[in-house]
């Protein structure tokens, strides 16, 4: 009796220490989403959006885990906000939605278990991949128009940038575990990207009557919109209107709420 007393001792701390944390996890998040890129050229965070998403988590131990979810947020930039002289004569600026379907490796800094009263919390960090659409916009004369098919830096007919791509995922997190089966987190993710068109501003100035014999006199109107507040337009066939050398990205932050479906699996005990 006494011996099958300790053996099941035993199974309880090696269930609730070593295999409590293996299995799937569910939650969702809010928070909000920035970018950063040639229209924040400073890195300024001054035009929040609002974001979300859902999520689904494996945890291969308390340690190790493999997130995948999709997000979705909305982002802005405008040379308004600038204190650099050419970015506010420049006067660009756009908006877009942006959907984010993104994979990531996880690593707690601390034993994490669900409904343990000693590893209730850790710090973790994660990298990744992701895939995302997006699709710049503006305002002119109260209409929004839609800026890739209008070619602003002389981009030829099925030569546009692509509005679906890449990039790198990486951020940091803080996990908190309120009972064996639900949880909060408070995360923040960088997307380094793999283009510099998420604004429709990378490289120069095209040459403008190409560009309205090709696009018509909006495409020219958005290309260069420095006349709007100058009476002499700084736009010049060839001339900087972003930098190419670095590419853009975004940023999201949110606080999430977490459901575990994991099971405690027991080792069988021997009597």
Not at 103 to 122: A, V
Not at 123 to 143: K, Q, R, S
């Amino acid at each position: 009796m006494k011996n099958s007393f300790l053996l099941l001792v035993l199974a309880f701390l090696v269930c609730t220490n070593v295999n409590a944390q293996k299995g799937w996890e569910a939650g969702a998040w809010l928070g909000a989403s920035h970018y950063f890129g040639d229209l924040n050229t400073d890195n300024e965070i001054n035009d929040l959006g609002f974001a979300g998403g859902a999520f689904g988590r494996y945890n291969f131990n308390n340690r190790l885990a493999l997130k995948m979810g999709v997000s979705g947020g909305q982002i802005g930039g405008s040379d308004t906000n600038s204190e650099n002289n050419f970015e506010i004569q420049r006067n660009l600026n756009f908006e877009s939605i942006i959907v984010d379907a993104a994979s990531q490796f996880e690593f707690n800094f601390l034993p994490y278990d669900h409904g343990s009263k000693k590893n209730f919390f850790s710090p973790y960090l994660f990298a990744g991949f992701n895939v995302f659409y997006y699709n710049p916009t503006t305002e002119l004369d109260g209409i929004i128009h839609e800026l890739r098919p209008l070619g602003t830096e002389g981009q030829f007919i099925a030569e546009e940038y692509t509005t679906i791509d890449a990039g790198l995922v990486y951020g940091a997190g803080l996990k908190f575990s309120i009972n064996y089966v639900w949880s909060l987190e408070v995360e923040i993710s960088s997307r380094r990207l793999f283009t510099d068109y998420l604004d429709d501003v990378s490289t120069t100035y095209p040459e403008f009557d190409d560009l309205e014999n090709l696009r018509g006199e909006i495409a020219v109107a958005l290309s260069d919109r420095s006349g709007e507040i100058v009476e002499v337009p700084i736009g010049e066939t060839g001339r900087q209107r972003g930098n190419s050398q670095n590419n853009d990205f975004y940023a999201m932050i949110g606080v999430s709420i977490v459901y575990y479906f994991g099971d405690i699996a027991c080792p069988g005990i021997t009597y």
